[in-house]
């Protein structure tokens, strides 16, 4: 087998700290890097000390030197409470660092792999979204720093690999839950778990009708690495989700009755722009890289609620 020294911007984050892991357990050498505006230690802990894992404290909206033979490019606060929190930084984060990133990419001439999102489609207008379809986002909204910064990077990436022929990958990431998520970040997974385990009203906003899909980590990160190491020669971009689709009343219910809370439902208003509907079509994923989730949601909450149950019995001793 060949060792790759491969690169993940973001890596002490939430999915990050789970790639970081799974190329590690390949025999890869990994190099992680974060600012910790989000990410944290505590998700990449247990990897410090193995020989072939290397951890460089950086923002990537300044230039990097290292040199590595593929770049993931996960770098970015992912959820509305913290990439509302400083919008102007995350616009930076998304863009510069994909700059930064794409520079370092060309001048190792490696592939890299950008991280997008499923908020490039805004609030659609089609349903399920699929890859060719243009989205409609605010641009000026509350949510734009976020939307409209992983569209730019996205026309960088593509750009990069027209122009210098980069060998791009672009994944637009859907819903994705599981360990290691913040406990505040505002997500609908871990805040239902959260308030369920403390016996508080879990929020719903709006009537809950909207709807959302959600991919455990575990299938999440097999995409990616589906995607990075395809030999198809398949850029993206590529939809990784799952299209089980739940409202956000049926999350809510199946939360509380996996945790076994009394907890009420308590509705609060819509924030502004919150997408009303939310499914990825991957028939590209299935076709182009062999790609398909295979982890149920009452399943992976599970898994997701035994690390909530620990992590917070831990924090409250």
Request: charged letters at 20%.
């Amino acid at each position: 087998m060949v060792v790759m020294r491969i690169l993940i911007t973001g890596g002490a984050g939430f999915v990050g700290s789970h790639l970081a892991e799974r190329l590690l357990s390949a025999g890869n050498e990994v190099v992680v890097v974060d600012n910790y505006f989000t990410g944290s230690k505590d998700n990449i802990s247990h990897l410090i000390g193995n020989p072939r894992f290397e951890l460089l404290r950086h923002d990537v909206t300044f230039p990097l030197y290292v040199e590595v033979d593929a770049i993931y490019n996960l770098a970015s606060p992912a959820s509305p409470i913290h990439y509302q929190h400083d919008p102007v930084q995350t616009t930076k984060t998304n863009v510069m660092g994909a700059i930064n990133m794409l520079g370092l990419a060309k001048r190792l001439r490696v592939p890299i792999l950008q991280a997008s999102t499923s908020e490039v489609y805004g609030d659609p207008e089609v349903h399920p979204q699929t890859e060719d379809y243009w989205g409609k986002v605010n641009p000026i909204g509350p949510r734009a720093c976020y939307d409209e910064a992983k569209r730019v990077a996205e026309t960088l990436f593509f750009d990069y690999h027209r122009q210098h022929g980069l060998a791009i990958r672009v994944a637009r990431i859907f819903n994705t839950y599981g360990p290691r998520m913040a406990a505040d970040d505002g997500r609908v997974v871990s805040n239902f778990i959260v308030q369920a385990l403390r016996g508080e009203p879990l929020t719903i906003y709006g009537d809950g009708s909207q709807t959302r899909s959600f991919c455990y980590v575990d299938d999440l990160v097999g995409g990616l690495i589906a995607l990075m190491e395809n030999t198809a020669g398949e850029v993206g971009p590529v939809n990784l989700g799952n299209p089980g689709e739940f409202t956000m009343l049926e999350l809510a219910e199946k939360v509380l009755e996996l945790t076994g809370s009394s907890s009420s439902i308590e509705h609060l208003p819509l924030p502004q722009d919150d997408p009303k509907q939310r499914q990825p079509d991957i028939s590209r994923a299935k076709k182009s890289l062999g790609w398909e989730p295979t982890i149920p949601l009452s399943e992976g909450l599970v898994k997701t609620i035994e690390y909530f149950s620990k992590s917070l019995g831990a924090r409250a001793s």
